[in-house]
């Protein structure tokens, strides 16, 4: 959550606020730093104390994504997004009463209408004709079984989802600041703004724990967009994936060739510590590694081997999971290491499961793999299989 305060604004400690007045009313106010320079948000009034406009400002610069607002007698009028200094971006206006009158986005300069409401408030036919509700998007993309949205783990604060739009849905509920910016980023990337564009804007770019954040929270949401589309095809759907990708892709080549680095030599430190049979720092050295680097699957794959090593096979479970369903390049693998720990957490069902799995799959060197220790747990009794398990593990 500390990161997600950077892009909302949390106020910096260091920072000083500077008020202004003019006959007893508020004239300006802003941060200030330590250096003096202008930081956070500038807000500007009229002489009777209404708001008028309000500007983001960096060290002094203003934002290139700069939200600026105006007021007529406290009531807000307009408010136009701002990228790169040009009218390249979102803007909304007002109606007197305060009711939202329109949305819409500018191209060079050029504006476009693209949602309009009343003064009651209601949208307009042309935004009415095809605008389907909640429910109806629900329906479309869920699959049908009784399977909840989410289901707890006995990981503390973690959850795996439904791969429809209930477990996206969840995801979101988990996560409402990756829901603001999804959101955002479909709203203008389907109204002619480009994904790097957002990205810059959205000053999602230039902080490597707010970058790396953004970049898994799209690639969960990548996710589930790939398996909605398996249930049906849709072509906004479509573009909302793409674009998805996209900004995964620019996000992973804002990481330097250092920070890569950086996690590949906690990565290494692993090869160590697993020789010396220290496998608590082995899990410390690549979960480091996963924080600096959170779209190598193989650093996610050797963790579950790592967390076996451990026998905390709930843990292995989650790392291959995100493996096959991120379609890593060694799947057959994935399944056959999470079929054997939902063995050894006596969940037969589930490892006959990832068995079938790898027989559709035609790795049927690795389901022999399976079946033995599936067959081995049936004839010894799970609790005497488990007892010498621990024992030849050499970690107990």
């Not at 002094?60 to 007698?73: K, L, T």
């Not at 060739?257 to 510590?273: C, D, G, H, I, V």
Request: contains cysteine; glycine residues 6%.
């Amino acid at each position: 959550m500390e990161i997600f305060n950077k892009l909302f604004g949390k106020q910096n400690k260091t920072t000083l606020k500077k008020t202004y007045y003019d006959n007893g009313n508020v004239k300006e106010e802003y941060e200030e730093n330590k250096k003096g320079e202008l930081h956070g948000i500038t807000n500007l009034y009229h002489e009777n104390g209404q708001l008028k406009v309000e500007l983001s400002y960096t060290n002094g610069i203003q934002d290139e994504g700069e939200i600026i607002s105006y007021h007529d007698n406290g009531i807000k009028a307009r408010q136009v997004i701002r990228l790169k200094g040009n009218l390249n971006g979102a803007f909304s206006e007002w109606h007197k009463n305060g009711q939202l009158k329109l949305e819409g986005i500018y191209n060079n300069g050029n504006p476009t209408i693209i949602k309009q409401w009343s003064e009651e408030g209601l949208l307009t036919n042309k935004e009415k004709e095809r605008k389907p509700s909640i429910k109806e998007v629900v329906e479309q993309y869920k699959i049908d079984d009784d399977m909840p949205a989410s289901v707890d783990t006995t990981i503390e604060s973690h959850k795996l989802f439904k791969r429809d739009m209930t477990g996206l849905l969840a995801y979101f509920e988990e996560m409402p600041h990756m829901e603001q910016i999804y959101n955002d980023f479909t709203y203008l990337i389907r109204n002619g703004l480009s994904v790097n564009e957002f990205l810059i804007g959205a000053n999602l770019m230039d902080d490597l724990e707010v970058r790396s954040a953004v970049k898994k929270g799209f690639g969960d949401i990548a996710g589930f967009l790939r398996d909605m589309l398996e249930i049906q095809e849709n072509p906004e759907l479509r573009k909302d994936y793409n674009a998805c990708l996209e900004a995964i892709s620019i996000l992973k080549a804002e990481t330097s060739a250092t920070e890569t680095s950086e996690a590949e030599n906690y990565y290494r430190k692993r090869f160590e510590n697993m020789g010396n049979k220290d496998f608590k720092l082995a899990l410390k050295n690549i979960s480091k590694a996963i924080e600096l680097d959170p779209t190598n699957l193989k650093y996610y794959f050797d963790r579950g081997s790592i967390h076996i090593k451990l026998f905390k096979n709930e843990l292995a479970i989650i790392d291959y999971t995100k493996c096959i369903e991120s379609k890593y390049k060694y799947i057959g693998h994935a399944y056959l290491n999470r079929g054997i720990c939902k063995a050894l957490l006596n969940d037969i069902k589930g490892a006959e499961e990832d068995a079938m799995m790898l027989e559709s799959l035609d790795y049927y060197d690795l389901l022999d793999e399976l079946e033995d220790t599936i067959w081995n747990i049936k004839s010894l009794g799970y609790d005497e299989y488990i007892k010498q398990y621990k024992k030849n593990l050499g970690c107990f």
